[in-house]
């Protein structure tokens, strides 16, 4: 599969809006394309938007969301519906809240706090240097699902993302992000499930079109290594549960 998007960033805002691109919404059963465009190609943050869906002020400040196009079911940022921006006292963006829908009212969504009117939120924190600590975010598993359906992203002093711990159906996740050197972008990102056996469920690694053909690098390495890892443990899991079967309970 080839695919491939384009982004820019707008002023005050530190997540990217989509300007355009190509399989970016790319989706089939039986392959892994659903993480196309939120995990590849916008690698460098979790959290997007699409621009023209998006709403500015004359000024040029980012206020909205909305996007009711007739496929917003086949779009893949974390929140699509009306939305509204929250800022601080410093003008910094605090948080991005989707507006309560019908049918979360129906289904009574954030009936347990009486605080929750709203059917979705992306909540920035900063550090002491202005800088993006973590963003926690959450949505309404009746109108977008249980996979992902909150979680919190942690961010180091460049205001790269460090992990990203999340909720999935079956338990969690935690992505794990690795950088060289003080590259914004990371290099690789391991797949951590509650679920899988040998805790590693995959690794995206990651190499721009720019880049040359190189010798291995450091993290290429250790790319290498883990797949040994993983294969290793996955045989010594296997033969583990082998035994059990031939194991003559009494």
Known sequence: MIASVSYEYMPGVPFPFVTGGFNINAFDWNADWTEVITDILCRNQKIWFYKEFSEFDEAGKFIGYNNNSVNQYNQKEYLRYSSKCIYNSDNRLEAIREELSEFDIEMGWGSWDETIDYSGEIKIHYNDNAKISTVNYMRSSYTHGTFDSSGTIYYDEMERMLYNDHYVT??????????????EKPWACLYWCSFCPH?????????SV???????????LLFVFWGIV?????????MYLQRIRNYPYR
């Open 170 to 183: 079956h338990g969690g996740h935690r992505n794990i992000f690795l950088y060289e050197d003080n590259n």
């Open 199 to 207: 805790g590693i469920e995959k690794i995206y690694f990651f190499q």
């Open 210 to 220: 720019s880049e040359s053909v190189h010798a291995p690098k450091t993290g290429e």
């Open 230 to 238: 993983q294969f290793i443990t996955a045989i010594i899991f296997v």
